[in-house]
């Protein structure tokens, strides 16, 4: 059976079949077609406009760098990428999805597809003899679909009490029993499409919780598996008549919601490069390559804040005290730093990525994370000595905490510019800035734009 017809199999039972994309701002855009017709698309791809990966997160095409509007708005060819043909079983009808990718005419990818932002830093790492390991943990809210009187947005209903938890209990498993349908079609959802999780949790707030993705060393697989895992919350969310957001800060009384990013790194031997093998939390558990990493990351960081945190909303969520990032920091075992190191065996040393929102690009994040470290091993960075305490207290001058100073600053970034490709950052931080112009003028509330 060649590839094409074990992709046909998986579709046997579907009525439809939604091909799909992940655009600049996570919005999952596609179309849906009769399964008769998939055969069709797996062989030949169908045509997307190359200019809706930068349409603004409202949909609005804002034309940036006269992509839209200018150019006649070109289609490219949208190819499937074969193991994320899968079900989505939270449909009311039989149906199945599958994510595509941009490539023009003669096969290139396309330049501007966050996907192939992230297949071009992974280059980087091709002749370094080192294999890069990630894993993403998501953190997201679950929504009542009815809005408040004042128009505002509030925690669900437990659907064994019918009661609304105003209080914040984290870790509480009552919480996750209390919803335990919910997971339990999660779970069962993540299985049909090969989706691997690991731990839930409740989190810091009301009606908020995370869920775990496992690692993987295909990183481009593991991006849209975090992509399809997205698709999936929010898809039974609405089976169970519930809104689930990844939005970066719903509430502004409450802790918001991120994408960490786990990341370890192979040796050629297939050990884990970062481990130095001493003791844990002392210098010598680490490698070298673990802490020119860390400066890496550390010394880019500011460049890429424009990409981890992606609109208004996100810059909202950096608040001091409550365990959100706010500084160009790193230690061991302390939720309060950008960058940490967790406890665990030497075989899985790693670096937890704290810095950027849920409503973050998974490709772009993975892409600006990996660049860092790819600086900072190519270039042999120097890693400033570890936080002792609370990093968490102030907000550091370092790090652009606006919107519009952080789309600059990454115009400007020549790290960024060197990894991204200079047209990509050119055409990124224009759709940004515009999309945050039209969201000042438009005087909307984030919910309107964002949840």
């Known amino acids: 059976m060649n590839s094409s017809d074990d992709v046909l199999s998986k579709l046997q039972t579907a009525r439809y079949v939604d091909f799909f994309y992940n655009d600049l701002s996570c919005v999952i855009r596609g179309k849906r077609y009769p399964a008769g017709q998939a055969e069709k698309v797996l062989q030949n791809g169908m045509m997307i406009p190359g200019g809706s990966f930068l349409l603004a997160v409202n949909g609005e095409c804002m034309d940036p760098e006269g992509m839209g509007f200018s150019d006649g708005d070109p289609d490219e060819v949208g190819a499937v990428i074969p193991h994320t043909v899968t079900p989505t079983t939270w449909s009311r009808y039989p149906t199945a999805h599958g994510m595509i990718t941009l490539n023009s005419l003669d096969g290139v990818p396309y330049y501007y597809e966050p996907r192939n932002v992230l297949s071009r830093v992974l280059n980087r790492f091709i002749d370094t003899g080192l294999t890069p390991v990630v894993a993403f943990e998501l953190e997201f809210y679950l929504l009542d679909i009815k809005r408040q009187s004042d128009g505002g947005i509030r925690a669900p209903s437990s659907p064994l009490t019918g009661q609304i938890t105003e209080a914040t209990q984290v870790y509480n498993l009552d919480d996750l029993e209390d919803f335990s349908e919910f997971f339990d079609d999660i779970m069962t959802a993540c299985e049909a499409q090969g989706i691997q999780t690991g731990a839930i949790s409740s989190e810091y707030a009301p009606g908020q919780f995370e869920i775990n993705l496992q690692h993987s060393s295909d990183i481009l697989r593991a991006a849209d598996h975090c992509v399809m895992f997205k698709r999936t919350v929010q898809g039974v969310a609405r089976k169970h008549g519930m809104q689930a957001t990844f939005m970066a800060k719903p509430y502004p009384e409450h802790s918001g919601s991120g994408l960490h990013l786990h990341i370890s790194m192979l040796d050629e031997d297939g050990g884990n490069a970062f481990d130095g093998g001493g003791e844990y939390s002392t210098p010598e558990c680490g490698s070298e390559l673990l802490y020119q990493a860390i400066g890496g990351v550390l010394h880019s960081m500011d460049e890429f804040m424009g990409v981890l945190a992606p ?43 704290r810095i950027a929102g849920a409503d973050a690009n998974p490709y772009l994040t993975a892409a600006a994370i990996l660049a860092g470290i790819h600086n900072g091993i190519a270039n042999r960075m120097d890693c400033p000595p570890p936080a002792i305490g609370n990093a968490g207290e102030q907000l550091d001058p370092q790090l652009p905490f606006d919107a519009a100073l952080a789309f600059d600053r990454s115009r400007a970034g020549r790290t960024v510019n060197s990894y991204f490709g200079e047209n990509y950052v050119r055409a990124y931080t224009s759709c940004k800035q515009l999309e945050l112009d039209a969201f000042h003028n438009s005087k909307a509330a984030d919910s309107d734009w964002y949840v």
């Open 311 to 353: 609109s208004v909303n996100s810059y909202k969520r950096f608040v001091p005290n409550i365990y959100v990032p706010v500084s160009k920091s790193w230690a061991y075992e302390n939720r309060s730093v950008a960058l940490r190191i967790p406890k665990s065996p030497g075989k899985a040393r790693r670096i937890e990525h």
